[in-house]
């Protein structure tokens, strides 16, 4: 059986105390399975590889735009490892692709964020913080044309280089009309007024 | 500072030959990193770990409703892990969210996959297989209410346990009159022949 990712299983992890940060569970998880003195505990880790890397006209951060209005109408490049390439058979017939990438460059992760498009901070899973427990960043992208193993694509907001985990297709969408955006269309109004 | 992924750069792999499966490549990272004849070569893995676990009606693959016209409105739970419940603060502003999750049970991977939508085989990443390079699942749930670290969501997919890797909030919608769907579009007017 082929095998697409390996679990690492950590038994017998010590006990977290209070004062560890989340951020340390995965270093806990590799420097301390000798020293384990809670049975029965189980960690199951996946390890993720690139399956291209992003073609981007942003070098770093602060070039990408951020915050309300921000428009990520951006044109680049997923070029796919050419041992994948098979993969991508007829993904030209969609429209809009769904990529899952790696902040790459994020460094560390907070559980509250502070986002450029509002003065409060919000917990990271309501917010598109690169700070998360799992630095995953996700864009929906246009798919202009395909050349081989590269996808020319519009909306772009990673930086030059970024990992790439997936691509899925766009296949439907909820009804503007049934969205509620929460924090977001708050500071939106706040924003307009 | 704080860690939030282990990052595996291993130098110097032996080259990779024709025959290799490209499903293979996580194991020859973890396996050869000694026994490397090829300098420059570097290779980064992204190390995951859940951030809690979906509760589920569904127990094994095939009872999750697939193909054509599949319905997914099936109710269920994001349990989060105590550590990162401070993360899900104002996320019960948002109607739909993006639930980012690891087919756990998959067992492989096919660069050509055949979905239960159509008899006709295509690229991995131009379908929803389980099968991928690495085992991602995306879904989008609405969000029916929250009692502290546990989600109560509708459109569940996945099965029992599932480990959740991120959770972001869903903010817009492609215009449907925009989206074009490939394959899929055609084997629903094949079947509605």
Known sequence: MPATVRRETAQGLPTPTPKRSFCD??????HNTSAGTRKGLIVQMFTMQPIGFVKSPYQNRNDVPRGLGAKH??????????EFEPGLMDIEGFSHLFVIWVFDRSGGCELLASPPSDNRQHGVFATRSPMRPNPIGLTVVELMRRAGPRLHVRGIDMLEGTPI??????????????????WLAEAEARSAQ
Chains 1, 2 share one sequence.
């Not at 109408?73 to 050419?82: C, F």
Request: no cysteine; charged share 25%; proline share 9%.
């Open 73 to 82: 109408d951006a044109e680049g490049v997923l070029e796919i490892l050419p």
């Open 165 to 182: 985990l997936d691509i899925k297709p766009y296949l439907s969408s909820i009804a503007p009309e049934l969205l509620r955006r929460g």
């Open 25 to 30: 569970n995965v270093l806990a998880v590799n």
